[in-house]
């Protein structure tokens, strides 16, 4: 607990006295932290106003990353279910963000660079917004790294941006690095980035795809949807789950079935849920038809998570993996990645032990 509580900045716990605390100063922190609290407060209430069951727990989690008014029994079928990376900010919240910002800006006239430059300044805020959890601030700073490297007229390197986003976080506290959000985080977008390239099958040629009539297309279309969905889902969880086992003694063998099933409504469900938030400010009858169509598809979210949690090996105990066990896991993995990307092989360290050799025998 004392090295979880590093991980959030908070170095001593004080136990006093209701009777000997006293009030000295209100409002003594910084205006951008001030703005964004009152800004989430607002939002929260906004949802908390238009949807009345549970669900509004849900949507405030995945909008602005404030869980504390989710019960507790959706929360254990989303982590049994293997679907508690809706609940935290990640990549693809952020992405409908800069969607939904990029659309705003684009009605306004400004010029790119200042667009760029306000979408890094929301994005700054963004992260301050949501609580600064690990998830989001990788997204953001990965975000603002791409923003950056377009303003110089740079190409940007995914590897360099997720190299450059963990440096500034263990910058600010170097005790990030314990923290398990940002090792499934950055574990999971490395599996994306590393491993999804080399699971993505290889296009039909011309000559296959003409032949097919449209009706074959769309089939074809809808399957390559679901299977870019099980690569994705496939290339993150073979980097997280040593990291699982280890943290939660458990793993779940019906991840794709959840993923697959919630995938559909996911961005939907965000984009729609923005949208509501923004419209209750401006004209209340119409936010209210479409909270009432968000309510519908979180209720949709809820029940999916439930019906998976109770599906047999949704959740399955294994004993604490040695330490050896899971660097020898890992090693492995990154040898077949390398040797799928023709940077290292048999053939190729073969050879760099025979020159070796060699070399110390005319020495």
């Given at each position: 607990?004392?090295q979880?509580?590093?991980?959030?900045?908070i170095?001593g716990?004080?136990?006093?006295?209701?009777?000997?605390?006293?009030?000295?100063?209100?409002?003594?922190?910084?205006?951008?932290?001030?703005?964004?609290?009152?800004v989430?407060?607002?939002?929260?209430?906004k949802?908390?106003q238009?949807?009345?069951d549970?669900?509004?727990?849900?949507?405030?989690?995945?909008?602005?990353?404030?869980?504390?008014?989710?019960?507790?029994?959706?929360?254990?079928?989303?982590?049994?279910?293997?679907?508690?990376?809706?609940?935290?900010?990640?990549?693809?919240?952020v992405?409908?963000?800069?969607?939904?910002?990029?659309?705003?800006?684009?009605?306004?006239?400004?010029?790119?660079?200042?667009?760029?430059?306000?979408?890094i300044?929301?994005?700054?805020?963004?992260?301050?917004?949501?609580?600064?959890?690990?998830?989001?601030?990788?997204?953001?700073?990965?975000?603002?790294?791409?923003i950056?490297?377009?303003?110089?007229?740079?190409m940007?390197?995914?590897?360099?941006?997720?190299?450059?986003?963990?440096?500034?976080?263990?910058?600010?506290?170097?005790?990030?690095?314990?923290?398990?959000?940002?090792?499934?985080?950055?574990g999971?977008?490395?599996?994306?980035?590393?491993i999804?390239?080399?699971?993505?099958?290889?296009?039909?040629?011309?000559?296959?795809?003409?032949?097919?009539?449209?009706?074959?297309?769309?089939?074809?279309?809808?399957?390559?949807?679901?299977?870019d969905?099980?690569?994705?889902?496939v290339?993150?969880?073979?980097?997280?789950?040593?990291?699982?086992?280890?943290?939660?003694?458990?793993?779940?063998?019906?991840f794709?079935?959840?993923?697959l099933?919630?995938?559909?409504?996911?961005?939907?469900?965000?984009?729609?849920?923005?949208m509501?938030?923004?419209?209750?400010y401006?004209?209340?009858?119409?936010a209210?038809v479409?909270f009432?169509?968000?309510?519908?598809?979180?209720?949709i979210?809820?029940?999916?998570?439930?019906?998976?949690?109770?599906?047999?090996?949704?959740?399955?105990?294994?004993?604490?993996?040695?330490?050896y066990?899971?660097l020898?896991?890992?090693?492995?993995?990154?040898?077949?990645?390398?040797?799928?990307?023709?940077?290292?092989?048999?053939k190729?360290?073969s050879k760099?032990?025979?020159?070796?050799?060699?070399?110390?025998?005319?020495?």
């Open positions: 607990y004392k979880y509580l590093k991980t959030k900045k170095y716990i004080v136990t006093v006295d209701k009777k000997d605390v006293k009030v000295v100063n209100k409002n003594n922190t910084n205006i951008i932290e001030l703005l964004a609290n009152k989430r407060n607002s939002m929260k209430g949802i908390e238009n949807i009345t549970a669900t509004s727990g849900l949507l405030s989690g995945m909008l602005i990353g404030d869980k504390s008014n989710l019960p507790k029994e959706i929360q254990e079928d989303f982590r049994n279910s293997s679907l508690s990376h809706i609940l935290a900010i990640s990549g693809m919240h992405s409908y963000v800069m969607l939904g910002i990029t659309f705003l800006i684009s009605k306004m006239k400004f010029s790119k660079k200042m667009s760029k430059m306000i979408t300044v929301i994005l700054l805020f963004f992260i301050i917004l949501t609580g600064k959890t690990a998830s989001v601030e990788r997204a953001c700073f990965m975000s603002v790294y791409a950056l490297a377009s303003l110089l007229h740079k940007a390197n995914v590897l360099a941006s997720i190299s450059i986003s963990i440096l500034i976080i263990l910058i600010i506290n170097p005790y990030s690095i314990l923290d398990i959000g940002l090792q499934l985080s950055y999971g977008t490395l599996g994306i980035v590393l999804y390239p080399i699971l993505k099958k290889c296009k039909k040629s011309k000559k296959e795809k003409a032949k097919e009539n449209k009706f074959q297309k769309l089939i074809q279309k809808i399957k390559e949807k679901i299977l969905i099980i690569r994705l889902t290339s993150a969880n073979l980097v997280i789950f040593p990291i699982i086992l280890y943290q939660y003694n458990t793993m779940s063998f019906t794709i079935i959840s993923n099933l919630i995938s559909s409504i996911i961005g939907i469900i965000i984009i729609l849920g923005f509501s938030v923004f419209a209750s401006i004209f209340m009858p119409l209210k479409m009432f169509l968000t309510q519908i598809l979180l209720n979210l809820a029940q999916t998570a439930h019906l998976c949690a109770k599906l047999p090996f949704s959740k399955v105990y294994f004993p604490t993996p040695k330490i066990v899971i020898i896991y890992y090693l492995f993995l990154i040898y077949i990645i390398l040797a799928k990307r023709n940077i290292i092989s048999v190729k360290i760099k032990i025979y020159l070796l050799k060699n070399w110390k025998t005319k020495l």
